[in-house]
């Protein structure tokens, strides 16, 4: 039962963390950047679905296109008389090398043959990757305007629609809903491939969850320098 990641349940998680930021922090870029994530987790989860799937059309064509290969070996084959008539090692090469080829090429046109439905398949999975991949870069500027200068320097005007971080305890919850939307992120990558054993998209995969590991490591390493900055403000008010 928790054996594989539910597809429902990360668009629920998603569809929370949206609400969450949208409800601490309206009109924020931030709040619109988790409800596009709310939406390409929705396509994630379709992709998810249709990439476990067989593609049955394309297996048909697939299997039209190696019958007709094979008919065409068959018939030359049937049709070629072999003479075993070789007066010189040149000539032996030569035929040697002929026939190496037509192996390779027949080989090569039943190989994409076989593998177009996996390579259909892998340019749309790598596809989203790679909007994911952005939005990851997207989430991480957000973070890098929000700075230990922020809680000694005046706050930068705002637009009064716009409701930004405008405390210290703020700006740490601003941070850890950055942190939560990079860890969406992976778990949405993996459901590409939770069903769909391909190395290339795997690997894909496997750099996102790195990206966003890493990116939210330096997110936590912030949010530890505010951690100090507060730390004596918070034992003064204890003492007295």
């Avoid at 390779?104 to 596809?127: D, Y």
Wanted: hydrophobic share 45%; net charge neutral.
């Amino acid at each position: 039962m928790y054996r594989s990641l539910d597809a429902t349940k990360i668009v629920e998680t998603c569809q929370v963390a949206r609400d969450e930021i949208g409800g601490r922090f309206p009109g924020s870029s931030l709040s619109k950047v988790a409800e596009e994530i709310y939406g390409v987790s929705s396509h994630a989860a379709e992709l998810s679905s249709w990439l476990a799937k067989p593609h049955l059309p394309l297996r048909a064509f697939a299997g039209l296109g190696i019958t007709a290969v094979l008919f065409v070996i068959l018939g030359v084959a049937l049709n070629v008389k072999l003479q075993l008539t070789i007066t010189s090692i040149t000539e032996f090469l030569q035929g040697s090398e002929a026939a190496i080829n037509e192996v390779v090429f027949l080989g090569i046109a039943i190989f994409f043959f076989f593998s177009l439905e996996t390579r259909l398949k892998r340019r749309r999975a790598l596809e989203a990757i790679h909007v994911l991949r952005s939005m990851a870069h997207i989430i991480d500027m957000h973070q890098l305007t929000k700075d230990p200068e922020r809680l000694v320097g005046p706050l930068p005007p705002e637009a009064p629609t716009v409701r930004r971080p405008q405390n210290p305890a703020e700006l740490i919850r601003y941070l850890d809903y950055c942190s939560d939307l990079l860890a969406l992120l992976s778990k949405i990558a993996a459901l590409y491939v939770q069903n769909f054993n391909d190395p290339v998209t795997l690997s894909a995969v496997n750099e996102v969850e790195n990206l966003t590991n890493g990116l939210s490591r330096k997110i936590w390493q912030k949010i530890m320098i505010f951690d100090r900055i507060l730390a004596p403000g918070i034992a003064s008010v204890q003492a007295r």
